[in-house]
């Protein structure tokens, strides 16, 4: 797992609009992938805030889940 994660970019693979300005695409005209793309990503984000705002009400209490640390721990180093 370490080995795949190990030169992963989380803002580069895993955030869409991003994708699509690094493609140089985003003026690309009738391009469905892009815009129904977009809207599940928007809706997909907006609907994973709302579940992590249930668990969490500030940045701190990320930085203090131990559980949550130890996996990122895991994953990155």
Known sequence: MK???ENLDI???F???N????????DVPNYHFRDDGLKLWHAIK???Y?????????????????ELQQW????YK
Request: net charge negative; charged share 45%; proline share 2%.
């Open 3 to 5: 080995k795949c994660f």
């Open 11 to 13: 803002n580069k693979e």
């Open 15 to 17: 955030n869409f609009p």
């Open 19 to 26: 994708d699509i300005k690094d493609r140089d695409v985003s």
């Open 46 to 48: 907006d609907y994973v």
């Open 50 to 66: 709302d579940v992590i705002n249930v668990f969490y009400e500030a940045d701190k209490d990320v930085e203090q889940d131990n």
């Open 72 to 75: 990122e721990t895991e994953i």
